[in-house]
């Protein structure tokens, strides 16, 4: 059994979009007394993807416009560093996915 869940969230700092995870406990994430309905896993992985997806898209435009001179080097560094953490995040996602994927695959039935 799990005994820990791993949470990831996004921040908007100067630089762009940061994803970070930490281990939360388990029945940490319950739904808020507030009555409002919690966002499903599925809700919650598409925003993340379509997060990441717009990193890519932003670092591509910014480099465009620095090689058309209408951006700094340090404004194509900073998207293009955030693209980058943006594919290891999507990268570490479908690790773990993987690899509970195979872990199911190997329980007797």
Known sequence: MLDAVTQLSASVGPTGSAFSATKVAPGA???PATGLPQASFGDVMAE???KGLQNVKAAEATSIMG????ASVQQVVEAVLA??????TAIAVRD???AAYQEISRMAI
């Not at 090689?67 to 209408?70: S, V």
């Open 29 to 31: 994430l319950a739904a």
């Open 48 to 50: 993340v993807a379509a």
């Open 67 to 70: 090689l058309q001179g209408k």
């Open 83 to 88: 693209a980058e953490q943006s594919l290891h």
């Open 96 to 98: 773990k996915v993987v």
